[in-house]
């Protein structure tokens, strides 16, 4: 369940990983601040962690069950901020989320991930950062949220490409339906829309100082965040807009070749329908018929019948059905 626990002191992890017991301890020192990760805790685990750390009992539920909206929220002195992870599997076009949960506090940080959406190099990348580490707990929320972010954005770079073939796909001439694929992207481009629209008003909220355990030097990292969230909602405000119209082009595209079939099928009726009309009359076999003794009348006939459907051909193709 616990995936790395360590104390930090002036920017730089001190000692090597710890125990919860002496983690809870540690928080309570001055100068320094805990940072715990978990992934997929069960209630009862989970339970010793909140009771160390002194976490909210409604918090602690949400943690433990996920599936949450992403938000920020205040218990006491602990904010609770809940994002969701996105990665973007091109071999299936589908985008795997996932969730993470932070507790932030002055003195310690857990972070508590459900799905998709590995920490561990936001913890190595800001290891090798101690200027950035002096910050606190709030500089880590701050490297976990502009971690996730950065996910958004790749996964957003991988469903443009899918769209602009896509695209391609409904104006080509091979005549492939791409109707059930347009509705996968959809689905996956509105569940992309719920992980990642929500989490702008939050983080707007933290990079305008909403929260005292935020420090002032921090709001221009978090408007930062916010900014490229901004960026990723639009492009998936018009990823949704594309889809619908790619849809609807499709839809317009087989209605149209669907017409084209129809009209070349009733050309070669009409066509085909000067020999079988010939061919009735005289299979009606009366005695007394036209050129029915004549001796070049059968020829006649077949001479008549082949001008009459090139004739025919031809216009077709002057009027553009055949």
């Not at 299979?283 to 001796?295: D, I, K, S, T, V």
Request: glycine share 8%.
């Amino acid at each position: 369940m616990i995936v790395d626990c360590a104390t930090y002191e002036d920017g730089r992890r001190v000692g090597g990983t710890l125990t919860l017991e002496q983690a809870g301890e540690v928080a309570r020192d001055e100068g320094r601040f805990v940072w715990l990760g978990v992934v997929e805790p069960g209630a009862e685990e989970f339970e010793a962690i909140a009771e160390r750390f002194g976490l909210h009992e409604l918090a602690v539920e949400d943690a433990v069950k996920a599936h949450q909206r992403p938000k920020v929220e205040l218990y006491d002195d602990t904010l609770f901020v809940v994002v969701k992870t996105a990665d973007y599997v091109d071999s299936e076009e589908v985008i795997e989320v996932g969730e993470v949960m932070l507790f932030v506090h002055r003195s310690f940080i857990v972070t508590v991930r459900h799905g998709n959406g590995d920490l561990a190099p936001v913890r190595e990348r800001i290891e090798r950062r101690p200027e950035f580490l002096r910050q606190g707990p709030a500089m880590a929320l701050y490297a976990v949220l502009d971690h996730c972010v950065d996910g958004y954005e790749e996964a957003a770079r991988g469903v443009d490409v899918d769209i602009q073939q896509v695209e391609l796909q409904v104006f080509s001439d091979d005549g492939e339906n791409p109707t059930e694929r347009i509705y996968k992207l959809e689905r996956e481009v509105l569940d992309f829309g719920r992980a990642v629209l929500p989490l702008a008003s939050a983080v707007d909220e933290l990079a305008r100082g909403h929260y005292e355990m935020v420090p002032e030097d921090l709001h221009e990292y978090f408007r930062d965040v916010h900014d490229h969230l901004r960026r990723v909602g639009g492009e998936i405000t018009g990823f949704r807009d594309l889809l619908g119209s790619a849809l609807h082009a499709n839809l317009t595209q087989v209605s149209v070749r669907q017409n084209e079939d129809m009209r070349k099928i009733s050309a070669w009726v009409a066509i085909l329908a000067v020999p079988t009309m010939v061919a009735g009359i005289y299979g009606m076999n009366f005695e007394q018929m036209p050129e029915l003794r004549w001796r070049f009348g059968y020829p006649t006939v077949l001479v008549l019948i082949a001008v009459a459907c090139l004739l025919l051909h031809r216009r077709f193709r002057q009027a553009g059905w055949l």
